[in-house]
Each structure stands twice: as C-alpha cells, then as structure tokens.
C-alpha cells in the first residue's frame, strides 16, 4: 500500500528565506505526483503537476522536483513571503488508468514571518 | 472560471437526519470523487466516479451513498448523520486520459452533526 510522508508536519521560517519541503513516498511506481496548497479553511489549490518521465516542474518562484527512485518529491520555494503561509500537501497518483487515486500526505503548515 | 462548486459550505445536522452535499464541475471531467478531511487524519477517499453512472468505493465509505447521472454533478448523500461524520468534506475532479489530469478541488463543506 502507498504511504506518502511530509516532515516536519509544520515550520516557521522568517520572510526571504529559501526553503524546501519535502515528500516521501513508499511505492516508487507511480504515474503523477501533485502539489497543493491549502489556505485555513479553504480547498486544495493545484501548484504543480509532475509526471513520472519528468525529473522538475517550475512556476513562478515554485519549482517541484521528482526522484522516482528515491521516492522522493521536493517543492522549493524561492525568497518566502507572509503570502505563502499555509498547509502544502503532496499527493501520488499510483498508476495510470480512468480509475487510479491519488494517495495524499499529511501536509506541512508553513508560517512565514514579516 | 467556475471548476468545481460545491454547496453548501457550511451545515449543521442532528443525528439522524440526511443530507445532500452537492458538486457541480464545469470542466467536461470524467473521474469525480469525494474526499473527508480531519484533523491528524488527512484527505481519505469516499467514493469516486469515472462517468455518467459509474460509481465505485474508497476508502471509506460507509454511510455515505452517491450516484452519477450526469458528467457534470456528483452529490454525496449522507442517509442518517453520526457524529462521527463530522467533517471537512471535499469534492474533486479530473480527466481520465493519459496526459492532463491534475486533479481540481471545491472549497469545501464544513459539516458538523450534533
């Protein structure tokens, strides 16, 4: 069964600062890996896509990368601001076909300080 | 851009009572599924559809039941609420094809039986 990991469950970071959360997963087969984002209160807003032939996916100051191997998924954020305070979650999706479902982590709550 | 509605966005049930929680998508997707968010416990899988009248079970289903009459809707109905169907429910979607399909979610319907 796939288990997908996010440590630590939460961070603070002061404003500008670079940072990486990471991704664990346990089944390295998989066809798709997501991030989201999560707002206090609100649904899971998409930031990025990466399929499993693909090694990074990059948007805006966001860059996902993917090492199927490792079973691992990195999303680094560029010069953090207050605005990206909120829960980041990983999901894989196993394998391809109309019925395949995606297997979310936990999350990690980032708080950025002014 | 609509994507995916979801009504209401708040209620409140007595035990016992029933209920529909309803999505509505307007991006032509096949697969739909629903998902309960709690605390510690993360995102878990309801039941999905990957068509008009085609419905299957997640992870964890009971006491809930679905239907699919239409690609666009996908409601949840809730037969005789318990307080352990408190909740944060989410509704999402995405194609089932081979490429494109990050998956989209609804706002959420924060569910609380008493």
């Known amino acids: 069964k796939q288990e997908v990991t996010q440590i630590p469950a939460a961070l603070s970071v002061p404003e500008g600062e670079n940072l990486v959360l990471n991704c664990s997963f346990t089944?390295?087969?998989?066809?798709?890996l997501q991030w989201f984002r999560q707002d206090p209160g609100k649904g899971l807003t998409s930031l990025l896509l990466?399929?499993?032939?693909?090694r990074e996916q990059t948007s805006g100051r966001l860059n996902a990368s993917l090492d199927k191997s490792s079973g691992r998924s990195t999303l680094y954020i560029a010069a953090s601001q207050p605005g990206d305070s909120a829960t980041y979650l990983c999901?894989?999706?196993?394998?391809?076909?109309?019925?395949?479902?995606?297997?979310f982590g936990k999350g990690i709550t980032l708080s950025v300080r002014p | 851009n609509a994507g995916v509605t979801q009504t209401p966005k708040f209620q409140v049930l007595k035990t016992g009572q029933s209920m529909t929680l309803q999505c509505a998508q307007d991006?032509?997707?096949?697969?739909m599924s629903w998902y309960r968010q709690d605390p510690g416990m993360g995102l878990r899988l309801i039941h999905y559809?990957?068509?008009?009248?085609?419905?299957d079970q997640g992870e964890v289903p009971n006491g809930y039941n679905v239907s699919r009459s239409t690609t666009e809707d996908f409601p949840l109905r809730l037969l005789s609420a318990a307080p352990s169907q408190t909740s944060v429910y989410f509704c999402?979607?995405?194609?089932?094809?081979?490429?494109?399909?990050?998956?989209?979610f609804g706002q959420g319907t924060r569910l609380t039986v008493v």
């Open positions: 991006m032509n997707h096949e697969y």
């Open positions: 990466i399929q499993s032939s693909q």
């Open positions: 999402a979607s995405r194609f089932t094809g081979a490429m494109n399909t990050e998956a989209f």
């Open positions: 089944d390295s087969a998989i066809y798709n």
């Open positions: 559809s990957v068509g008009a009248g085609i419905t």
């Open positions: 999901a894989v999706r196993p394998v391809r076909g109309a019925n395949s479902k995606l297997t």
